[in-house]
C-alpha cells in the first residue's frame, strides 16, 4: 500500500515563507509525475504546481515566481517552498503522486491527507 504523508503547514503572516513536503511510503516501483493542489471551503481542488519524472515544472499563474516545487526521487519525496505568502493562498494543500507499485503493475494516482496553511494578513 503506498500512503504520501504530508507535513509542513501551519500558521503565517503575509509576506512570509513555508515549506511542504511529502514523503511516499511503502511499496513503491516508480514514481512519475509529482505534484500539490489546494483547496478552500465550497471551491474544486486546483492545482497548484507539477513536476514530472524529468524535472520539468509547471506552475498556476497565481503562484508563478512565489512558489517553487522539488523532487527527492531517492526519497519519493515531494517539496513546495513557498515564498511571499498571500492571504489568497489560505487553504488546504494535497500532494499528489502518479506511482506504480511494481513493474506489472499499472500507473495510479495517490493522495496525501492535506495539511492546512494558514496566511493572516
Known amino acids: 500500500q503506498v500512503q504520501l504523508v504530508e507535513s509542513g503547514g501551519g500558521l503565517v503572516q503575509f509576506g512570509g515563507s513555508l515549506r511542504l513536503s511529502c514523503a511516499a511510503t511503502g511499496s513503491i516501483y516508480s514514481i512519475n509525475s509529482m505534484a500539490w493542489y489546494r483547496q478552500t471551503p465550497g471551491k474544486e481542488r486546483a492545482l497548484v504546481a507539477a513536476i514530472t519524472s524529468g524535472g520539468r515544472t509547471n506552475y498556476a499563474d497565481s503562484v508563478k515566481g512565489r512558489f517553487t516545487i522539488s523532487r527527492d526521487n531517492a526519497k519519493s519525496t515531494v517539496f513546495l517552498q513557498m515564498n511571499s505568502l498571500q492571504p489568497e493562498d489560505t487553504a488546504a494543500y494535497y500532494c499528489?503522486?502518479?506511482?506504480?507499485?511494481?513493474?506489472?503493475?499499472?500507473?495510479?494516482?495517490?493522495w496525501g491527507q492535506g495539511t492546512l496553511v494558514t496566511v493572516s494578513s
Open positions: 499528489n503522486m502518479n506511482a506504480r507499485r511494481s513493474r506489472y503493475d499499472r500507473d495510479l494516482e495517490y
